[in-house]
């Protein structure tokens, strides 16, 4: 069982950047891949930044590639997603996931959610 908890949305103007934290519980953390999921108002749930176990290999779709990066602390349980040249189509509830698979994009490969935490992007 892993229990996560995301922190670090807020309203933040277009070109900005911020850091977003996901804390996860228990011993077993970096037996996971690790992602990062958002949803905006009306759509459907998007992959955003994905992470192996080691740290090693991650993975972006071209909407946020070379603006975001995820990265992991194993030692502090820790996933993160920086996000650099914030834009407005950025706004969304940000959502980190585990996954015993993989790297994967699709949601269906992970089995544990936090609640997720709203970025907003707006002037």
């Known amino acids: 069982q892993v229990q996560l908890v995301e922190s670090g949305g807020e309203l933040v103007q277009p070109g900005g950047s911020l850091r977003l934290s996901c804390a996860a519980s228990?011993?077993?953390?970096?037996?996971?891949?690790m992602g990062w999921f958002r949803q905006a108002p009306g759509k459907e749930r998007e992959f955003v930044a994905a992470?192996?176990?080691?740290?090693?290999?991650?993975r972006y779709p071209d909407s946020v590639k070379g603006r975001f990066t995820i990265s992991r602390d194993n030692a502090e349980n820790t996933v993160y997603l920086q996000m650099n040249s914030l834009k407005p189509e950025d706004t969304a509830v940000y959502y980190c996931?585990?996954?015993?698979?993989?790297?994967?994009?699709?949601?269906?490969?992970?089995?544990?959610w936090g609640q997720g935490t709203q970025v907003t992007v707006s002037s």
């Open positions: 228990g011993r077993t953390f970096s037996r996971y891949a």
């Open positions: 996931a585990a996954s015993a698979i993989g790297t994967s994009p699709s949601a269906s490969a992970y089995d544990y």
């Open positions: 992470i192996s176990k080691n740290g090693l290999i991650t």
